[in-house]
């Protein structure tokens, strides 16, 4: 049953059900309709079903289905819940499914009751209590095992009432309970036919497990323990705080408009001589709003609670207050990791940084479920299902665990209890691992493609691998680590680069996403390709050495195969920088050539250079062999200017290179002039460049110059006597050109590169 559900919700939680307008409604109806109104239930529901079946609209059936809902008869509930979708599927609204989805959970029904969660959120989308169950819709599979965490046992001490809210307060046990308790009058709660709350201590038997001993009712200055519901209780770890749950006992002229007693928190500290001394009432206690479900950390400096205030998340949610200098803060929300739209109660603080609550809007098994999570500094991490055989079907709660992390008690009113909530214990044999969840997806860096069967590792603060573990298919990887801590993710891939990434679990997020974003090495190729100055043909086995200019070390040495290609993979450290290279061609019987290439390596891919070569023949421009840049001379002079020396001096090096070749360095005008002046300059030209080159040691027999004028035209721009021409500056420009013919050869094989 839910009888202390009630209790604590009598006054925190106050809803109404959203329902079609009824036209008309018999008297027993609208008497009935006013014990609901008031949370009297049970008078409620036997005025419901007084009335005929067949006179039961969808506003009775809505109202029994939810009376016997709250409480706690959830097979009543279900009864009713499905009359109202069998017989008026055209009234039902988003809460009928709701309610009916938690009705179906209790009942152990789940894949019908995630049918109706999902009919809930489409009418109200983006809530939390639903989109967590959405998320996975199967979970509660997992949370039905027994993992063997937990051995529980129940207490014989339990009553047919309601027994719950078994609590530390050093030696002794404090627990809340409906047993007759020995009042002169013993008041009755019309809610559910019960007794009112009243607070007990007790101490634990030390030979007998699942029984308390000496238990009595709980006595303290100021009317502890009065006409109206108390308890539960907590206390500060040195036992001389006392903070408890009580129904406000103003008078009825001071209550709010609704006439309803709302839930306080009063507190109580031990005198010098170890009594209670005078109850009073906490700050931030409302007549418009219920506080209460008060859990003290350690040093009695923090107080979590339960409220319905306004500007929470749901119909309970809870929050935590700090005293300082003996003054309490204004209460703050725990936040959305922690509360939802639904009912969030129940708080214990371990001092370990472990807070526990009950929620039946978190994912869970049904009713009010059990939750774990990490709480520090205001701090709370995701919430954890501690699943069976703590939560069940039905309503788990008033989780608590001792000090030593050993054992502990909660209550339920599952099946088999002596009353409508009873109070179990247990031993924890595994600990509460809070880890924190590190996920994520190893992707290349520019395209954002999931990376498959990538090597991630997880190295802890000294660099010793705690983790490894390979990406799936979709790229996906996740650790679970200790709060907390720092940690460096690595993950390795071919044809990638290590990445790193830095990882600290000291966040509020339980779940830290850290993707992997992989840079590919580049692909860089130097691609050199060769061809016949004549023939256009590729030339194979072409010897091409690549150098570096600045150091002068020798980058590659390569051939070139039958398309007369060669190729060479760069270090991907060359991506974004410049390469200042020179790229020599060597092969038999073809002239040796020697070229620069300088460029930025902006993109991965080919780097393509192209060349000729020209084999050492009679009548060969040997110019032409190596790419010779023009001979430039200053207008009507012969004198050989420093860029025109640069250019002389290579072929300077091809004629030490082949010593045995004879050149004839002629030089040729274009038609413009009179052609003795073009024959006279251009003889000079030839002849100062030729000598230039005997200056470099070069032998004078090997080279001699002569100057054509524009007695060879290599077009037809012709310009003499009543000839025009029209042609352009760089038809005229081909025409002026110096050529280094050879007219003798005789190349021994030894000379040959």
């Known amino acids: 049953m839910k009888t202390l559900f009630k209790y604590i919700i009598c006054g925190l939680l106050f809803f109404a059900v959203v329902q079609p307008v009824v036209n008309a409604q018999t008297a027993r109806t609208k008497r009935a309709d006013k014990f609901y109104d008031n949370y009297l239930y049970n008078e409620a529901i036997v005025s419901y079903e007084s009335i005929g079946k067949k006179k039961r609209d969808a506003h009775v059936l809505r109202r029994l289905g939810e009376s016997y809902r709250l409480t706690g008869n959830a097979v009543k509930a279900e009864k009713y819940y499905d009359q109202l979708f069998e017989k008026y599927p055209n009234m039902l609204v988003a809460e009928d499914h709701l309610h009916y989805a938690d009705v179906l959970r209790m009942n152990g029904k789940y894949d019908e009751a995630m049918t109706h969660t999902r009919e809930y959120d489409v009418l109200r989308s983006n809530e939390i209590r639903t989109s967590g169950q959405l998320k996975d819709p199967t979970y509660y599979n997992d949370l039905r095992v027994d993992k063997g965490q937990f051995a529980i046992r129940s207490l014989k001490n339990n009553t047919d009432e309601s027994d719950f809210g078994a609590n530390y307060n050093g030696q002794q046990i404090v627990f809340t309970s409906s047993r007759h308790g020995g009042n002169v009058v013993d008041y009755q709660y019309n809610w559910t036919d019960r007794h009112f709350y009243d607070l007990y201590t007790a101490e634990e038997h030390p030979k007998k497990a699942g029984k308390l001993r000496k238990i009595k009712r709980m006595k303290a200055v100021g009317g502890l323990n009065g006409r109206f519901h108390e308890g539960p209780a907590t206390f ?7 903070i408890f749950t009580r129904n406000s006992y ?24 170890g009594k209670w001394g005078k109850i009073q009432p906490m700050p931030f206690n409302s007549k418009e709003y219920s506080v209460g479900h008060g859990a003290l950390s350690a040093d009695g400096n923090t107080l979590y609670f339960v409220s319905d205030m306004p500007g929470g998340y749901g119909a309970t949610d809870i929050y935590y207050t700090t005293r300082t200098n003996g003054a309490w803060s204004v209460p703050i929300n725990a936040g959305i990791k922690i509360n939802t739209e639904g009912r969030e109660m129940f708080p214990f603080y371990h001092s370990d940084g472990m807070l526990f609550y009950s929620s039946d809007g978190q994912p869970g098994l049904g009713g009010l479920d059990v939750f774990i999570a990490s709480a520090k500094d205001g701090r709370f991490g995701n919430p954890k299902n501690v699943g069976s055989p703590i939560n069940g079907s039905s309503d788990d709660f008033a989780f608590v665990l001792n000090k030593d992390l050993k054992e502990g008690y909660f209550a339920s009113n599952r099946p088999g209890g002596k009353g409508s ?18 996920e994520g997806y190893a992707k290349d860096s520019k395209t954002g493609v999931v990376l498959a069967a990538t090597q991630v590792k997880l190295f802890d603060e000294k660099g010793i691998i705690v983790g490894e573990i390979q990406t799936d298919a979709s790229g996906y ?20 680069k290590e990445a790193t990434r830095n990882i600290s679990t000291a966040v509020e997020e339980d779940v830290i996403t850290a993707d992997l974003l992989m840079d590919k090495i580049p692909e860089i190729t130097l691609v050199a390709s060769v061809t016949d100055i004549k023939t256009k043909l590729p030339i194979e086995g072409v010897q091409v050495t690549v150098r570096d200019k600045e150091t002068g070390n020798v980058v590659a040495s390569i051939y070139t195969d039958k398309t007369g290609v060669a190729r060479e993979p760069l270090s991907s450290d060359l991506m974004n920088k410049k390469i200042n290279y020179t790229l020599t061609f060597d092969k038999s019987e073809y002239l040796s050539k020697t070229i620069p290439f300088v460029t930025t390596i902006d993109k991965e891919g080919d780097i393509k250079v192209s060349t000729t070569m020209g084999k050492l023949e009679l009548g060969t421009d040997i110019g032409k062999l190596i790419d010779l840049n023009p001979i430039y001379f200053d207008y009507n002079k012969w004198n050989i200017r420093p860029d025109a020396a640069i250019e002389l001096n290579r072929i300077v090096a091809v004629m030490k290179a082949y010593p045995d070749i004879v050149i004839e360095l002629g030089s040729h005008a274009d038609c413009r002039g009179s052609k003795k002046y073009n024959l006279n300059l251009s003889d000079k030209r030839a002849k100062s460049s030729a000598t230039y080159i005997v200056q470099q040691g070069i032998s004078k027999d090997r080279i001699y110059g002569k100057g054509y004028g524009e007695s060879q035209l290599v077009n037809s721009c012709e310009c003499e006597g009543k000839v025009k021409s029209n042609c352009s500056e760089e038809l005229h420009s081909d025409n002026r050109r110096t050529e280094f013919i050879i007219v003798k050869i005789n190349i021994p094989a030894s000379t040959q590169k």
């Open 236 to 242: 500060s770890a040195d036992g001389n705080l006392m």
């Open 250 to 273: 103003a008078k009825k002229k001071d209550l709010n408009n609704r006439r309803v007693r709302e839930l306080e928190l009063w507190y109580s500290e031990k005198n010098s001589k």
């Open 421 to 438: 909530d009873d109070m179990y214990g247990y031993d924890l044999l595994k600990p509460f691992i809070l880890s924190k969840k590190l």
């Open 477 to 496: 990887y996740t650790f679970d680590l200790e709060p907390d801590m720092n940690y460096v993710l690595k993950g390795t891939r071919d044809k990638y």
